[in-house]
């Protein structure tokens, strides 16, 4: 008993997620996002593109790490990925994690510490694809919302397509081919200057 009441905790804890505000407002939306409505989406979009990825991917612990990757942001916030790779944001976001998953009983938390810790190395064809995964949808956002994070966080096209380009690349060219051609409809729309 003592395990589930461990996880029943634990799950009370990571609703604070869904407090985590982002950087970009859902499409079609004046608000912006939590943190939660985002590993929401990023697991389904993994679903659905992981057949493109470059290398055989475990769904399973992409979806895995996914659902935890921003756990960590409930103690650290979340700051625009262009600012945010940071030793010190890291660092936060690392003992957020650490803190989080010590809620859970010893070995069920160490697992979940250990993939958080996998997808931050991005190392594994399983953490590429999730950090690849992990970008699309911000940027599917801005497009379809006149660049509105990318316009008031002052962020130029070259920083987009050099970010962007490397982590979704790297999972799937397949995959990036399509997202830069939306990129670049973009540009040529004024929408990513």
Known sequence: MKDITQILDFMVEIEKLKGVLRKSRPVGLSRYENAGE?????????????????????????????????????????KIIYTSETVEQKGKEWHGVKRI?????????????????????????????????????PLLHNLNDDGHGWKIHNIPKEKVLALNGERISAA?????????????????EGILK
């Not at 993994?46 to 895995?64: Q, T, W």
């Not at 659902?67 to 103690?75: A, P, Q, R």
């Open 38 to 78: 985002h590993s929401w989406h990023v697991c389904l979009s993994a679903l659905l593109l992981h057949n493109y990825a470059e290398k055989d991917v475990d769904i399973n612990r992409v979806i895995r790490m996914l659902l935890n990757h921003d756990l960590g942001e409930i103690d650290a916030g979340d």
């Open 101 to 137: 998953f010590n809620l859970l009983p010893d070995n069920l938390g160490a697992q979940y510490v250990a993939l958080w810790e996998e997808f931050e190395a991005g190392v594994t064809a399983d953490a590429k694809f999730a950090k690849a995964i992990d970008r699309i949808p």
């Open 172 to 188: 799937s060219p397949e995959i990036w081919a399509a997202v830069e051609a939306k990129l670049q409809q973009g540009i040529s």
